[in-house]
């Protein structure tokens, strides 16, 4: 079972905008602004998409932007792409032994 | 360019060992933190430890599940970091990534490398 909980599966059209939560407690997503997402195309390695909440490394293009309010932190994706299929995971710091927890993934379908 | 390659992954018995490796280059190693990550087959991602930089005089976390069992290193001089894995369980059997977690404690995974198969099984 993951710190983290995320949806399962989400979807949507291309063109629309899509919302992935990730909830925690105050121990890790609400008590540290360092929660990334990560995304994940199958056979692939993890990209990283957003860091320290909302910053969007080079090269991710703007559509990605992530926020978080309490202890749930979300990504959203406008202007859905095709590309933009993959599995998503969050990631908090953590003031366990675990230092950085991970969300169980969310499957993105673009219909 | 900034690259990670792992190597080392295979099949071992339950109770064995296994080392992997993980070569960097493009960038000043001893200046990052590394991490490793793993991923069971089908499963989400989760953190196995790391080992800081120069500068945090190269001093390593675990994640509870590893803890005792495992043991981050690296080598400057090789541009390497190493996983060594004693008493190992079927449910460590995992793509085995390595990562740059950045130049201080909360650093972000930035760069990853492509992962290495290890599969625990008698």
């Known amino acids: 079972q993951s710190a983290l909980t995320q949806p399962a599966s989400v979807s949507g059209s291309p063109g629309q905008s899509i919302t992935i939560s990730c909830t925690g407690t105050?121990?890790?997503?609400?008590?540290?602004?360092?929660v990334s997402w990560y995304q994940q195309h199958p056979g692939k390695a993890p990209k990283l998409m957003i860091y320290?909440?909302?910053n969007r490394p080079s090269g991710v293009p703007d559509r990605f932007s992530g926020s978080k309010s309490g202890n749930t932190a979300s990504l959203t994706i406008s202007g859905l792409q095709a590309e933009d299929e993959a599995d998503y995971y969050c990631s908090s710091y953590a003031s366990s032994s675990t230092l950085r927890v991970f969300g169980g993934g969310t499957k993105l379908t673009v219909l | 360019e900034v690259q990670l390659v792992e190597s080392g992954g295979g099949l071992v018995q339950p109770g064995g060992s296994l080392r992997l490796s993980c070569a960097v280059s493009g960038f000043t190693f001893s200046e990052y933190y590394m991490d490793w990550v793993r991923q069971a087959p089908g499963k989400g991602l989760e953190w196995v430890g790391r080992n800081r930089n120069k500068a945090n005089s190269y001093s390593t976390d675990y994640a509870a599940s590893v803890k005792g069992r495992f043991t981050i290193s690296r080598d400057d001089s090789q541009n390497s970091l190493y996983l060594q894995m004693n008493s190992l369980k079927t449910e460590d059997t995992a793509v085995y990534y390595c990562a740059r977690g950045g130049n201080y404690y909360y650093g972000r995974m930035d760069v990853w490398g492509q992962g290495t198969t290890v599969t625990v099984s008698s």
């Open positions: 105050s121990s890790d997503v609400g008590g540290y602004n360092y």
């Open positions: 320290e909440v909302s």
